[in-house]
């Protein structure tokens, strides 16, 4: 299992070819299981096992993000 902490920033490696390169944040980790919770940008969360994320240097783009899904995002990765 990878060393990742909650706030990582991570891209998709494996899943369907439109899925793949998906950006997103680990907002939860379940060790029982290997596998992170992500808030994917664009307001949606999923389990996904530890083998199918890479850690990434790209930042979110706000741009992208209405006000509410700031919200969320500050809300499952502990921001303000």
Do not use: C, S
């Not at 060393?3 to 998906?22: C, L, P, S």
């Not at 199918?52 to 783009?61: F, Q, R, S």
Request: charged share 30%; glycine share 10%; proline share 2%.
């Amino acid at each position: 299992m990878n060393n990742y902490k909650i706030g990582t920033r991570v891209e998709r490696t494996t899943g369907a070819y439109y899925d793949i390169g998906r950006l997103g944040t680990i907002v939860e980790i379940d060790t029982e299981k290997n596998r992170y919770r992500i808030f994917w940008d664009g307001d949606k969360r999923t389990w996904l096992t530890t083998a199918g994320v890479k850690e990434t240097d790209k930042p979110a783009n706000l741009d992208d993000f209405t006000p509410n899904q700031l919200k969320n995002l500050a809300k499952w990765t502990g921001g303000a």
